[in-house]
């Protein structure tokens, strides 16, 4: 059994330490080089005033530049990252070589790019590495120094500016959408950033919301920096009587930083790399957008309950006379969104039973300082009595179907049995008196409701609106028979592992 467990732990430290090393590889070549190792010097000839020195290469060629004149030249050796130089430095190594040639001749592009260094660290820092007879009036057989004094004027005019960060920013002339058409749609949203391109997202968008390049027409996530966005809604998506939408605009962009490297013996000059990589710089920006919706909200009423009316078949016009849409009104509020500015009607084409049709036409503007309407529009019962009743959810208030239900009168007499269905019940003609609502069977899923309501038709009274609420059933699970059951699977899962170590302890011995 020991056996067992000590090979356990072998195999447990052999796995920790694989997954350390994987770890440790992911890091190493996704970060800075920390290290780099130096190679061989070779001498050039004095180009310019008799100044001479070596190149510096890292063992695997790469070029490298020296930051301390004075200093032995670096070579065979390992450097440390220290840090980092200004803008100046990376300025003049980007624009020298090996990145640009001046003269086509490898040696004295280096030795224009060295020299452009130390002399810029000279008018930096104060140092003393190049004399007057270099920078004035030494010798320049190859016409070199006017190169090296370019790279040193730009030099200097990068330290002022400092790294350039990657830099977005977003604005427009209106932060709301306006409807057009089938969309809500923004204004031109510009877009000021030095990265080539930027990505773009949505927050809090609804379904199917574009973001279009404002000159192209083109819907996609990733523009280029001199194109603005237009964001567009769907309106038949917008389900709010406000919304707002977050545009995020991500930028990445690229830093050319000068990197210092320090050699262990310190009598050895620092350098810096000529192949500069970028370190990423990635920056993001938002703005917000509103949206209001129009919203028209029509009720139907019992001109004497006052109550919510179902049953009334209702048309909606523009001021074309064309019609927008048509419903049947419920016992809550139609509610009619996104309509563009404009002027509308509502009228009726067809009363509730037990009702005389009405003749009003109700006519309404939405516009900027109107986007909410309300309309009322009410129905007189005819001489007959009339009773709506809606069987609903408890909960939702959303009508039920299939209740059994009963009207009696005041001597216990059966009126009138029906089952609901996902429209009101209407009864017309019953004769003045009292009567009770009750139910003989609930809907599938729901328990039968023992409540009796009353009502009374008299003259005052001949029409009555009824709500029956149920409320669902509620599962209990029967948790003796669960439980006994978990209790042999977990016996059953325990014997099983006693038997595996107990199989292998026999295996060890």
Sequence with gaps: MSRVIEKTKKYLGLILIVAIALVAVTMSTSAVQNTIEIGDAQDLPAYIGGVTFATKTTTSGKYLYCLEMAKNTTMHTTATLTGERDAGIANIILNGFPNKSFTGDASKDYYITQ?????????????????????????????????????????????????????????????????????????????????????????????????????????????????????KVPSKNVNDTSLNIKVKATANGMIYKALE???????????????????????????????????????????????????????????????????????????????????????????????????????????????????????TPKEDTVVNITKIDSE?????????????DSEGNEVERFTTTEEAHVITGLAYGKYTLSEVSAPTGYKTSDEVMEFTLDDQHISYQIKFA??????????????????????????????????NGKKAK
């Design 470 to 503: 149920n409320y669902k059933e509620i599962y209990v699970p029967d948790t003796s028979t669960n439980s006994l059951l978990f209790t042999i699977i977990g016996i059953a899962i325990i014997g099983s592992g006693l038997g595996y170590v107990y199989k």
């Design 261 to 379: 490297y320090t050699p262990s013996n310190e009598n050895m000059q620092k350098v810096t790399p000529g192949d500069i990589e970028p370190t990423e710089d990635k920056v993001t920006t938002s703005i917000d957008l509103g949206l209001e919706t129009t919203e028209v909200i029509v009720t139907k009423y019992d001109s004497i309950t006052e109550e919510p009316l179902p049953g009334a078949k209702l048309v909606l016009k523009d001021s074309e006379g064309n019609v927008v849409t048509s419903w049947t009104s419920t016992s809550e509020s139609h509610i009619i969104k996104n309509l563009a500015y404009g002027t509308y009607t509502v009228s009726e084409e067809e009363a509730p039973v037990g009702y005389q049709l009405s003749t009003d036409v109700v006519d309404f503007t939405i516009s900027d300082t109107e986007k909410e309407i309300v309309v009322k529009f009410y129905n």
């Design 115 to 231: 020299t452009a260094i130390w002399w810029y660290l000279d008018e930096t820092t104060g140092s003393t590495n190049l004399g007057e007879i270099f920078k004035e009036t030494g010798a320049d057989q190859y016409n070199l120094r006017g190169y090296v004094k370019s790279l040193v004027e730009s030099g200097l005019k990068a330290k002022d500016t400092g790294y350039t960060s990657t830099k977005i920013s977003l604005s427009t002339e209106n932060n709301s959408l306006t409807l057009d058409g089938d969309y809500y749609t923004s204004d031109i949203i510009n877009v000021d950033t030095n990265a080539n391109t930027y990505t773009v997202s949505l927050e809090g968008a609804p379904e199917n919301t574009q973001i279009v390049g404002a000159t192209t027409g083109k819907v996609d996530t990733t523009f280029n920096n001199t194109e603005g966005i237009i964001i």
């Design 396 to 408: 939702t208030g959303l009508p039920l179907a299939g209740a059994v239900m009963i009207i009696k």
